[in-house]
């Protein structure tokens, strides 16, 4: 699948948490939702998660291994980086 499409909503307040990204798949499918966080070695994407009876989250959607998610956090970083620096250059 590819991304064909990422809309971000910058955090409301300085936090860890930098944006929300919506990613659209092959115009055909979309995951809203996705945080994009700051860690300690950089920015990673959070997935959509709940919070099952037992206290625990699990993810609704994810990548199902670590070079699809490696493609997914490089593209949203990308798109928010892009999307702040325009933002702020008006």
Excluded: Q, W
């Amino acid at each position: 699948m590819n991304i064909t499409d990422i809309r971000i909503r910058l955090a409301a307040k300085e936090s860890r948490l930098h944006a929300l990204a919506s990613v659209t798949f092959d115009d055909a499918f979309v995951v809203h939702d996705i945080r994009l966080m700051e860690g300690d070695n950089g920015l990673f994407a959070v997935m959509p998660c709940k919070k099952m009876s037992d206290g625990s989250y699990r993810d609704i959607a994810h990548p199902l291994n670590a070079d699809a998610r490696r493609e997914l956090t490089d593209a949203i970083a990308s798109a928010y980086i892009s999307f702040r620096e325009k933002k702020f250059a008006e």
